[in-house]
């Protein structure tokens, strides 16, 4: 069947969260990169935990927790101000370069963000971004209080553009997104940031590993779930190729 809409994941795939690095370096110099990349690792981690535990909470509050963990695991003390400046980074994330471009490729079929993001967070960035100009819609998984890759976040777009499954091509970076997504029956393009080989040579040629080496490690490469992305690719640039192919 044709793909009558394509849906992103917004954290990784559309935005880059590692652009929170420079904010964190400024707040608490020395530990930027650290911070960046447990507090990542903390944030999906209190989503899949709460979303077992049954007890939702939305996504600005995981946010804050596993920032509040981040920064408390390191021994730094921080004020007020200092915690909100740096939370207030996940409202003005940077677009990925081709981001822009790919979504205007893409029309006039749907376009959608289906995130772990709460509403208002969500909201905020896509108007700091100028992405609400392409976007017919932007989903997020506080309508069925429970995190992706649990099935009933998928559900949202079939609700949203009244579409079955195959006749949607979902978008991420995350591959433990991208393996929820298929199981659900999506059609997936996964995109492959990090390379195999290029983590292997980035652990072979440092005697220790960098976070950011780490993060990459557990993080970029496709989990071994039994779920294949039906595309993968290198960039947010090649899926109007995909789509109209």
């Known amino acids: 069947m044709s793909i009558k809409a394509v849906v992103f ?94 979504l205007a490729a893409l029309k006039p079929r749907k376009l959608a963000i289906l995130s772990n993001g709460s509403p208002d967070m969500l909201g905020a960035l896509v108007r700091n971004t100028a992405l609400d100009r392409l976007l017919d819609a932007t989903i997020s998984v506080d309508a ?15 609700e949203t553009f009244g579409t079955a499954p195959n006749e949607v091509l979902f978008v991420s970076s995350n591959p433990w997104d991208a393996a929820g997504a298929k199981s659900f029956g999506l059609t997936v393009a996964w995109i492959e940031r990090v390379t195999p080989e290029a983590m292997a040579l980035a652990c072979v040629e440092n005697e220790l590993v960098a976070p950011l080496t780490m993060f990459r490690a557990i993080r970029t490469q496709m989990d071994e779930l039994g779920f294949a992305p039906d595309h993968r690719v290198r960039s947010l640039s090649e899926l109007p190729d995909i789509v109209s192919g």
């Open 144 to 158: 069925k209080k429970v995190f992706k890759p649990a099935p009933q976040a998928y559900e949202l777009i079939g």
């Open 9 to 102: 994941d917004a954290y990784g795939t559309l935005y880059d969260i590692q652009s929170v690095a420079e904010i964190t370096e400024d707040a608490f110099p020395g530990y930027g990169e650290i911070i960046t990349q447990v507090w990542r690792i903390k944030q999906l981690e209190y989503t899949w935990l709460r979303s077992l535990m049954r007890r939702y909470q939305d996504f600005t509050a995981v946010t804050r927790d596993s920032l509040a963990y981040t920064l408390r695991m390191l021994g730094l003390a921080y004020d007020n101000a200092a915690f909100e400046r740096v939370i207030e980074k996940y409202l003005h994330l940077d677009l990925y370069p081709d981001a822009t471009s790919a």
